[in-house]
């Protein structure tokens, strides 16, 4: 059974600006950074930031099921301002998915502002569709708010000195 679902966050930052986070390894720097109570560490396993990099993710604690995620980039738009990693090793596999990809694009609405779109897409056994119940993009929309709001503050601390 495949499926996805996807979450949609319009912030005033312009899509260039935003690319400059999400299309870079910043992102992955970030993330445990804003958001310590989801994960404990994101640790670059290999490559540089393009397709075929390995991003090894660690939950932080308390998150039931999850303990480790490991997702290769399988696309990298730096033009259109898409992003996709399938998830490779980890618990996320080991419950049962067979295929699991997040993408993000920003989409350009003007000079001033975007909207992140984050989809998960996946691909669950016939024999276990109680994992459908278990995707959410709840972690995909705390991370583009955060990193929304991390972008907008730091533009206001290098426009104001």
């Known amino acids: ?9 319009e912030t ?7 690319w400059e986070v999400y ?14 109570h989801i994960f404990a560490k994101a640790e670059l396993a290999s490559e540089d930031g393009d397709v075929g990099t390995i991003w090894r993710l660690t939950f932080a604690p308390g998150i ?5 995620y490991t997702e290769k980039l399988t696309k990298v738009d730096n033009e259109n301002y ?4 399938e998830s490779i090793d980890g618990d996320i596999l080991k419950l049962g998915f ?8 920003i989409i350009g609405k ?15 056994d016939d024999g276990h569709p109680e994992l459908e119940a278990m995707v959410s993009t709840a972690i995909l ?3 583009t708010e955060s990193l929304s709001g991390y972008i907008k503050m730091e533009k206001r601390a290098h426009s104001s000195s």
């Open 110 to 124: 003007g000079l001033t502002s975007s909207v992140i779109r984050s989809t998960i897409e996946y691909e669950i």
């Open 23 to 36: 299309g870079t390894l910043r992102v992955g720097e970030l993330v445990p950074e804003l958001l310590p």
């Open 98 to 105: 067979l295929y699991y990809m997040v993408r993000c694009e």
């Open 12 to 18: 005033d930052v312009p899509a260039s600006e935003l």
């Open 82 to 85: 898409i992003k996709e990693a």
């Open 141 to 143: 929309a705390a991370v």
């Open 64 to 68: 039931p099921g999850l303990e480790t």
């Open 1 to 9: 059974m495949k499926g996805s679902q996807s979450h949609e966050f």
